[in-house]
């Protein structure tokens, strides 16, 4: 990672803590009031030694300086404690925000992007590297202020006492952050590597785990276990390298650290032996003095000695930030959201003028477009992979920005409320996606306040309730739709379709994975539900064609016939090759 990127991705996580500005200036604001209590309670002790071995005060009279030892102690335990709670709500707060700035950047960008990173490298982005700024806004941003902060209070203390010994402290003070940064630039690469890999191991693992069952039909299971026990290896060492550094940079900073210290200690040293006889006003140099000053000089390195040690999570941070920041950042056309609502009184008409359908960079992914979907219409879109059919259903539902005019009831969708629209579409896709938990659970996606009754007719009505009536409501769907076949978790899917109550339903392949018995009750389903909406359905079976009102057919991102199945299978074309092909392929 070059300079100019560590750079701007420190100035990014410093923005990033507007919302915690109040607790970030409490908890420097602590830190400044321990140092001056430090600095009295230095007083304090330097007075007990000095009234005890050198002018044998009576212990009554010492009384006021043990409970002012007391009291500053006591006032700095408290205080430290209220930081530690200020610094660990300070980067739970900027995590949550980080997360939700990430959350709404997903949701802007829409599934166009998202599936084109495995969703193990999401998953980390999302926890582990959002998690290693943490101490960033915890820790680092108020030792560095602090860093600065305790060395003038305590160097205002010394000065007027000794100004050799103040010198002293002046002139050692650099050399730490010194070597600190040297050590931090070679930190923040090794933490950046070290984030990296971590992003590909996780996604790795992810996808191995889910293709499990695939990778042992075809008894490459070994392999790939070794694949991933080379990128553990790999993590492995990245860590140790992160890990050496931090500790090479505490070891170079305790160094240069105890020669300061031992500097001074040799100055009053030969000062008391009468060697050295500068530094003192021209007053006497009294045990006071050299216990004041020896006791504060390794509080004068304790917080850059601190920062050394934060310095690693400066490091973390930057490389965790690369690849958030690397998302966040990055310009992907969107359809934008405005405030117009589109009337959605009746069912869906649809428009599309000229329509391209853009990818995020841009990349036209269509022709220009013309058609139109009347209201309460079953009409099929159809063709090869590649043709464009997909692009065009992520165009309909607003996750891919467009050229030309796609209008909704009259209505320009890229000038209307993108979230409203959504909720008046209901869809059922390929593969359906149920998650962990029960029957009901995953129907409520559909509708969260639907009652029994109406989730009992949804059921009915999608050819589900046979299934669901012997296992129950609460029957419990184990991580990725196990414990039901996949008929089953399609009716399921029709049922949640139901709740939605959605004025336009989009259907992709709805019966692909489906054998005969299971695919003649979905069809029955969609029957039966495409009268009370509009709907669009991309389909290969001729079975699925037979019953729609309207068939579009594409090829190569170009709409070249529509009409109805018995006027498009007398005609000569693409659509009657598609059928011929699909005709031989079930013989």
């Not at 950042?329 to 009746?346: G, K, P, V």
């Not at 979905?522 to 495409?530: G, Y």
């Amino acid at each position: 990672m070059d300079k100019l990127r560590q750079k701007h991705l420190q100035k990014w996580l410093r923005a990033q803590q507007a919302p915690i500005q109040k607790l970030m200036r409490t908890n420097i604001a602590l830190a400044t009031l321990s140092a001056l209590i430090l600095v009295a309670q230095t007083y304090f002790l330097a007075m007990l030694l000095d009234k005890l071995i050198m002018q044998n005060v009576s212990r009554n009279e010492l009384i006021p300086y043990f409970l002012g030892l007391i009291i500053c102690f006591t006032l700095r335990a408290v205080i430290l404690w209220a930081r530690e709670k200020i610094g660990f709500e300070a980067g739970r707060q900027l995590r949550n925000h980080i997360r939700q700035k990430i959350l709404d950047k997903i949701h802007l960008v829409g599934p166009a992007i998202i599936n084109q990173k495995p969703a193990g490298s999401w998953a980390s982005i999302m926890l582990e590297q959002v998690e290693n700024l943490h101490n960033f806004y915890a820790r680092f941003l108020p030792q560095q202020s602090l860093s600065v902060i305790v060395p003038i209070v305590i160097l205002i203390a010394v000065f007027p006492l000794n100004w050799a010994a103040a010198l002293i402290l002046m002139v050692t003070a650099p050399l730490i952050p010194l070597f600190m940064i040297l050590v931090g630039i070679a930190a923040a690469d090794s933490s950046q590597k070290n984030m990296d890999t971590l992003a590909r191991l996780s996604a790795q693992f992810l996808d191995r785990l889910r293709g499990l069952e695939t990778l042992r039909l075809f008894n490459r299971s070994f392999e790939q276990t070794q694949h991933i026990e080379k990128t553990t290896e790999h993590f492995r060492e990245t860590t140790m390298d992160v890990l050496k550094l931090a500790f090479l940079s505490s070891a170079v900073l305790e160094f240069f650290t105890s020669i300061s210290i031992a500097l001074m200690a040799v100055y009053f040293g030969f000062s008391y032996l009468g060697q050295i006889e500068f530094g003192t006003y021209s007053t006497p140099l009294t045990l006071f003095i050299g216990f004041f000053c020896l006791i504060l000089a390794p509080e004068f390195y304790q917080p850059l000695r601190d920062l050394g040690a934060y310095y690693h999570d400066r490091a973390a941070g930057i490389g965790a930030a690369d690849a958030i920041v690397d998302f966040l950042e990055t310009d992907y056309l969107t359809t934008q959201q405005n405030e117009r609502t589109i009337s959605l009184e009746s069912a869906v008409e649809i428009r599309a003028e000229n329509l391209v359908v853009l990818s995020p960079q841009g990349v036209p992914l269509t022709q220009p477009l013309n058609f139109h979907i009347p209201s309460n219409h079953n009409v099929a879109l159809v063709g090869q992979s590649g043709a464009g059919k997909t692009s065009l259903i992520n165009a309909i539902l607003g996750f891919l920005p467009y050229q030309g005019s796609l209008k909704i009831n009259g209505q320009e969708l890229s000038e209307s409320n993108l979230a409203e629209w959504r909720k008046h579409i209901a869809w059922v896709g390929q593969n359906p996606l149920l998650l962990q938990g029960t029957i009901k659970e995953n129907l409520l996606l559909g509708n969260i306040q639907a009652n029994d009754e109406e989730i009992d007719r949804a059921l009915t009505r999608s050819q589900a309730k046979e299934f669901t009536d012997k296992l129950g409501l609460n029957y419990e769907i184990k991580d990725g739709g196990m414990g039901i076949s996949v008929g089953q978790a399609q009716r399921l899917a029709i049922a949640r379709a139901l709740l939605r109550k959605g004025n336009l339903l989009l259907l992709d392949e709805p019966t692909a994975s489906l054998d005969a018995q299971s695919e003649n009750l979905v069809l029955q389903a969609l029957n039966e539900m495409s009268c009370y909406q509009t709907t669009l359905m991309i389909t290969h079976r001729i079975e699925d064609l037979k019953q729609c009102d309207h068939i579009f057919v594409m090829r190569q991102g170009e709409i070249i016939q529509c009409g109805e199945f018995a006027q498009l299978q007398r005609e000569e074309g693409f659509f009657a090759e598609l059928l011929t092909q699909r005709q031989q392929d079930i013989q």
